[in-house]
């Protein structure tokens, strides 16, 4: 019997269970994927957890890929055997699963159903903090924290290849080494840096022009001290936990900072934005800016995943498999 993984009351990862998942057959518009790889996020952790919360039970998980299995009545292009990628909704922690069919991505045969489960929401993530948020221009400095992680290593490798200057943070020398192998620039080490002093050296005293947060916690006050006026902050997670008040006063007018506080979620939800994300993401992994999964586990080691993904210990992206 296929499995799925269930959150049946939010807290920590004794609360996902592994249960029986049959197969369901697609309404109108609907397909039905068989997973090879599902994608493991923060994002999970926070739905886990009850800051994004889910009707419950609920199945986690926001993107994976696979093959096409069944197609309801009223869906296009896509066929039984057609290699599919999708993020932006919930319940990808199961063998299998019913779709919006206009969320199913045609992948190329190049490119394997395990790195684009990996990749499809970090990939959008990055499109739309590098395109919409702050529409990067060759020669401007970054700020990228937690470099190594699966988010900051794609967001990295994108903005080099757009002539960006990467500044990142990591936790410690061998994330810093990771950091460094994926083309950041300089690397700001250990939890308890000063980043403010070390960023203003960094930058001769002008700061970056764009910094991109998800550690959250005390970490984003002290990001809005590394960028320069008119620049731009993303806050796009807290990691670290809970995220302080920030008052108006501290954005401006003498620091004129914008402040911006994106969901990928929602960039996914607009239809004609996801397909044309999507086609960079495809471009994007041929060109190497998307790379492997630094960890694999069953899908009944899902909770075990996220605890490795919540403390730190992996670098990378984290995949699934049925």
């Given at each position: 019997?296929?499995?799925?993984?269930?959150?049946?009351?939010?807290?920590?990862?004794?609360?996902?269970?592994?249960?029986?998942?049959?197969?369901?057959?697609?309404?109108?518009?609907e397909l039905r994927i068989r997973h090879e790889a599902i994608g493991v996020n923060f994002i999970d952790i926070y739905q886990r957890i009850g800051l994004y919360p889910l009707p419950l039970p609920a199945v986690l998980g926001v993107e994976g890929a696979g093959?096409?299995?069944?197609?309801?009545?009223?869906?296009?292009?896509?066929?039984?055997?057609?290699?599919?990628?999708?993020?932006?909704?919930?319940?990808?922690?199961?063998?299998?699963?019913?779709?919006?069919?206009?969320?199913?991505?045609?992948?190329?045969?190049?490119?394997?159903?395990?790195?684009?489960?990996?990749?499809?929401?970090?990939?959008?993530?990055?499109?739309?903090?590098?395109?919409?948020?702050?529409?990067?221009?060759?020669?401007?400095?970054?700020?990228?924290?937690?470099?190594?992680?699966?988010?900051?290593?794609?967001?990295?490798?994108?903005?080099?290849?757009?002539?960006?200057?990467?500044?990142?943070?990591?936790?410690?020398?061998?994330?810093?080494?990771?950091?460094?192998?994926?083309?950041?620039?300089?690397?700001?080490?250990?939890?308890?840096?000063?980043?403010?002093?070390?960023?203003?050296?960094?930058?001769?005293?002008?700061?970056?022009?764009?910094?991109?947060?998800?550690?959250?916690?005390?970490?984003?006050?002290?990001?809005?001290?590394?960028?320069?006026?008119?620049?731009?902050?993303?806050?796009?997670?807290?990691?670290?936990?809970?995220?302080?008040?920030?008052?108006?006063?501290?954005?401006?007018?003498?620091?004129?900072?914008?402040?911006?506080?994106?969901?990928?979620?929602?960039?996914?939800?607009?239809?004609?934005?996801?397909?044309?994300?999507?086609?960079?993401?495809?471009?994007?992994?041929?060109?190497?800016?998307?790379?492997?999964?630094?960890?694999?586990?069953?899908?009944?080691?899902?909770?075990?995943?996220?605890?490795?993904?919540?403390?730190?210990?992996?670098?990378?992206?984290?995949?699934?498999?049925?």
């Amino acid at each position: 019997m296929d499995k799925k993984v269930e959150l049946i009351a939010a807290g920590d990862g004794d609360n996902l269970r592994v249960s029986a998942c049959p197969p369901q057959a697609p309404g109108p518009g609907e397909l039905r994927i068989r997973h090879e790889a599902i994608g493991v996020n923060f994002i999970d952790i926070y739905q886990r957890i009850g800051l994004y919360p889910l009707p419950l039970p609920a199945v986690l998980g926001v993107e994976g890929a696979g093959v096409i299995e069944a197609v309801g009545p009223e869906v296009g292009d896509i066929q039984v055997g057609d290699r599919v990628a999708y993020t932006g909704i919930p319940g990808a922690y199961a063998a299998t699963r019913l779709l919006p069919a206009w969320r199913a991505i045609k992948l190329p045969d190049d490119i394997s159903t395990r790195i684009a489960a990996a990749s499809f929401l970090r990939g959008l993530t990055a499109h739309m903090l590098l395109t919409r948020t702050y529409p990067v221009k060759r020669g401007e400095t970054l700020l990228i924290h937690a470099a190594a992680g699966g988010l900051g290593t794609v967001l990295t490798l994108w903005a080099k290849s757009l002539g960006c200057i990467v500044i990142g943070t990591a936790g410690s020398s061998g994330k810093a080494d990771i950091a460094r192998a994926n083309g950041v620039d300089h690397v700001v080490v250990g939890r308890e840096a000063d980043i403010v002093l070390e960023i203003g050296r960094l930058t001769k005293g002008r700061g970056v022009d764009f910094a991109i947060d998800g550690i959250g916690g005390e970490m984003l006050r002290k990001t809005l001290g590394c960028v320069r006026r008119f620049g731009t902050v993303a806050s796009i997670g807290q990691a670290a936990g809970p995220i302080p008040p920030v008052s108006v006063e501290e954005l401006g007018p003498t620091r004129s900072l914008s402040l911006a506080r994106p969901s990928v979620m929602a960039y996914a939800a607009e239809q004609e934005t996801y397909h044309l994300a999507a086609k960079a993401v495809i471009a994007a992994i041929r060109q190497g800016i998307m790379p492997e999964p630094g960890g694999e586990y069953s899908l009944s080691e899902a909770a075990q995943a996220q605890t490795d993904l919540e403390s730190g210990q992996t670098a990378g992206s984290l995949v699934l498999v049925p």
